[in-house]
């Protein structure tokens, strides 16, 4: 990043790759050297923005959580905000001003919550544009409606280009991420819609809205798709303990929802004891 000419760098990271560590690590050099005074963290949510302020006390960065817009000028007790793209959006002046008073390094955590052209974007856009640095860590740089994402450099065929890319195969090659394996499952689904008994299973194609009716029927706790994948997921996982220690062993649920997932998990212990889930 040092020989980065720019104003702006998209670092590509896959999850889990250490995003938030290495977006510390250059606002600490940064304010070390004076080349900024002010740090902001853009972040997608509340909770989002609370770990970035807490993570940044071990550098000695004190970054206020979720500061309101309505509370006026910053504190100079603090070197900077951890605040929601929402809350940048709903008051673009006052970080703009801020902006213009203090020089400032934005770190936009996953920044395809922005959209060039929509409301997000153009906030933030009007707010950090006078920014003396822009730091943009992302692991899905991209949209689904395809839309610009700002600061973010596109090629003639609109994908876009990052600054740095550190993908999963040498994550995995540098011991950071511990490999993933999906494994595929079928089973006959049955389900009623418009008054009418369907059944299928996933190889079947369906509209949008049948195959998401199907998808929910696999995953209701009732039924005895997710029984059969969860003693599966168990099983496997028992195989591994046996051929040796394995440290910070996790199961997890997933669900359309957190109800859901909730359920799923009782239901699981109740079949099984050995299958805990948290």
């Known amino acids: 990043m040092r020989a980065h000419g720019g104003a702006s760098f998209l670092a590509s990271a896959t999850p889990a790759a250490g995003k938030t560590t290495f977006g510390l690590h250059i606002a600490h050099r940064m304010l070390s050297a004076k080349f900024v005074s002010r740090v902001v963290v853009a972040g997608p949510t509340t909770h989002i923005c609370r770990q970035w302020a807490a993570d940044a006390g071990r550098?000695?960065?004190?970054?206020?959580?979720?500061?309101?817009?309505?509370?006026?000028?910053?504190?100079?007790?603090?070197?900077?905000?951890?605040?929601?793209?929402?809350?940048?959006?709903?008051?673009?002046?006052?970080?703009?001003?801020?902006?213009?008073?203090?020089?400032?390094?934005?770190?936009?955590?996953?920044?395809?919550?922005?959209?060039?052209?929509?409301?997000?974007?153009?906030?933030?856009?009007?707010?950090?544009?006078?920014?003396?640095?822009?730091?943009?860590?992302?692991?899905?740089?991209?949209?689904?409606?395809?839309?610009?994402?700002?600061?973010?450099?596109?090629?003639?065929?609109?994908?876009?280009?990052?600054?740095?890319?550190?993908?999963?195969?040498?994550?995995?090659?540098?011991?950071?991420?511990?490999?993933?394996?999906?494994?595929?499952?079928?089973?006959?689904?049955?389900?009623?819609?418009?008054?009418?008994?369907?059944?299928?299973?996933?190889?079947?194609?369906l509209s949008g809205a049948e195959s998401a009716r199907r998808l929910r029927t696999a995953l209701t706790p009732e039924g005895e798709w997710m029984g059969h994948v969860l003693r599966d997921a168990d099983a496997r996982l028992s195989e591994v303990r046996a051929g040796g220690p394995v440290h910070d062993e996790a199961r997890q649920a997933l669900g359309p929802d957190e109800d859901n997932a909730r359920i799923i998990a009782a239901t699981a212990t109740r079949a099984d004891h050995t299958i805990r889930l948290d």
């Open 59 to 205: 550098y000695g960065i004190d970054l206020e959580p979720n500061r309101p817009n309505s509370d006026g000028p910053e504190s100079a007790d603090f070197h900077g905000v951890a605040v929601t793209y929402q809350t940048i959006a709903a008051g673009p002046d006052t970080h703009r001003d801020a902006a213009a008073h203090r020089t400032t390094l934005l770190i936009a955590d996953e920044p395809h919550h922005m959209g060039d052209l929509a409301a997000w974007g153009l906030q933030t856009r009007k707010a950090f544009d006078g920014a003396r640095f822009r730091l943009l860590l992302s692991g899905t740089p991209f949209r689904s409606d395809n839309s610009a994402i700002p600061w973010v450099a596109y090629d003639e065929d609109g994908v876009s280009s990052a600054d740095y890319v550190y993908g999963y195969p040498q994550a995995l090659r540098d011991r950071v991420c511990r490999p993933i394996t999906f494994l595929p499952y079928d089973g006959e689904m049955e389900w009623i819609s418009d008054g009418r008994l369907r059944s299928g299973d996933f190889d079947i194609a």
